[in-house]
């Protein structure tokens, strides 16, 4: 039994977790920001970085507590150095290297969009019983034998607010990116519809929540395609169409120019409306890029989803319907494991420690990622 202690600080959460053999989950704590960020609609780094030199150490130890390990039980310690804001990296890079040297353990560096892709195979253990505790997601849950060793290839997708990329993966260590946005990442689109609507910060779950009680036919919003065979993702155009739908085309031209209208002259109705046609577009512009990765790529055994916004309920309903359409196996991770947590860090290093695959205790924070 090897357990794995991780930390996780890339953007605008604490994280830390402590994971058993790669899949089982003894704690997963997540300290969120959100209410520090709230009021700038967005994440503030210079507030990001103090607030985890504030919070990391308490998680830290709230993690291992809840695991019911003693810290010298912990066979190796994990953080994500990459890719993500500088300063938050190097809090949870910083605190690693310390406790790694501190106890004498190895310490593993794990790229954070990566881990996203290990989400789906977590699951969640009771510190008492040490026995499966059923997920409110059970059908998408793969089988507990299954979890740490699926069949390869696998199709990827990570959808959060940085990226929206497509991967073939050969194992969790080795994958090719296929495809990637080039503007906005769907989080983002989220995010920024959010601001549109005049919905509050995160806007990912609030929109999704509103788009449940909207008509996703009332406004035709646009799903960008690119190239037929791209594999791409665009999100600008369908953020724009949406601006425009809901305050009308500029008047006048540049620093002169003026809506018609403000977001404040919609009816409920007319923004439920508004973020159900976001919402149905968002989510078909990313399922038909899977539709043409599957087509490409017809070795790809399953699909496996991460990232924030695989939380989200049309996009996790749309790929339950594709995998039975194709009969392929579909991976989605349960709820607290969308969004970024440690658990994923902690669980992905068993693959790279069992690999043999340690860091250096100098091990750097990187702000971009190779993938
Ligand atoms: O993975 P994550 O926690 O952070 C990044 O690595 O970026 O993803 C955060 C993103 C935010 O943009 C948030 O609005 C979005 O995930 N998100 C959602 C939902 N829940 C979170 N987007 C759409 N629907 C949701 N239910
Ligand atoms: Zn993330």
């Known amino acids: 039994m090897t357990l794995i202690l991780g930390l996780e600080t890339s953007c605008d959460e604490t994280a830390a977790a402590v994971v058993e053999d790669g899949t089982r989950v003894l704690s997963n704590v997540v300290a969120s920001q959100h209410e520090l960020h709230e009021r700038y609609r967005g994440v503030v780094p210079e507030i990001a970085s103090r607030a985890h030199v504030e ?19 912990i066979d190796a310690i994990a953080v994500g150095n990459r890719p993500g804001l500088i300063g938050s990296l190097l809090v949870g890079v910083s605190a690693a290297q310390a406790l790694a040297w501190a106890l004498g353990k190895p310490l593993i560096g794990i790229d954070h969009v990566q881990a996203h892709l290990w989400a789906a195979r977590l699951e969640v253990l009771s510190p008492e019983s040490r026995v499966p505790r059923p997920t409110q997601d059970s059908s998408l849950k793969p089988q507990a034998s299954s979890l740490r060793t699926l069949d390869h290839p696998a199709l990827g997708l990570v959808v959060s607010g940085g990226h929206t990329s497509l991967y073939v993966l050969e194992s969790p260590l080795r994958l ?14 989220y995010d920024k519809a959010a601001v549109i609507l005049g919905l509050g910060y995160p806007g990912g ?6 788009a449940q009680a909207g008509d996703p036919r009332k406004v035709d919003l646009p799903r960008s395609t ?3 065979d791209s594999l791409d993702f665009s999100f600008s155009g369908l953020k724009t169409a949406l601006l425009y739908a809901v305050r009308g085309h500029p008047v006048g ?6 809506f018609e209208r403000s977001e404040a002259d919609l009816t ?6 508004l973020a159900a046609s976001f919402q149905a577009a968002a989510v078909d512009a ?7 990765a599957l087509d490409q790529h017809p070795a790809v055994q399953r699909l496996v989803i991460g990232g924030g916004v695989s939380a989200n309920s049309l996009l996790r309903a749309r ?5 039975e359409r194709r009969g392929l196996p579909v991976h989605v991770p349960a709820m607290a494991f969308c969004v970024d947590n440690a658990a994923m860090i902690a669980g992905l290093a068993y693959e790279h420690l069992i690999a043999g695959d340690v860091s250096p205790l100098d091990l750097p924070a990187i702000a971009t990622t190779a993938l």
């Open 253 to 258: 031209r540049r620093e002169a120019a003026r």
């Open 319 to 323: 790929a339950v319907e594709l995998g």
């Open 176 to 189: 090719t990116l296929i495809g990637r946005t080039i503007d906005d990442a769907v989080g983002e689109a």
């Open 205 to 210: 779950p609030t929109l999704d929540k509103l």
């Open 286 to 292: 990313v399922m038909i890029k899977i539709g043409r």
């Open 55 to 73: 919070r990391v150490l308490p998680t830290v130890e709230a993690a291992v507590r809840e695991a019911g390990v003693a810290l010298e039980r």
């Open 226 to 228: 690119l190239g037929a």
């Open 268 to 273: 409920d109705a007319e923004r439920a409306d």
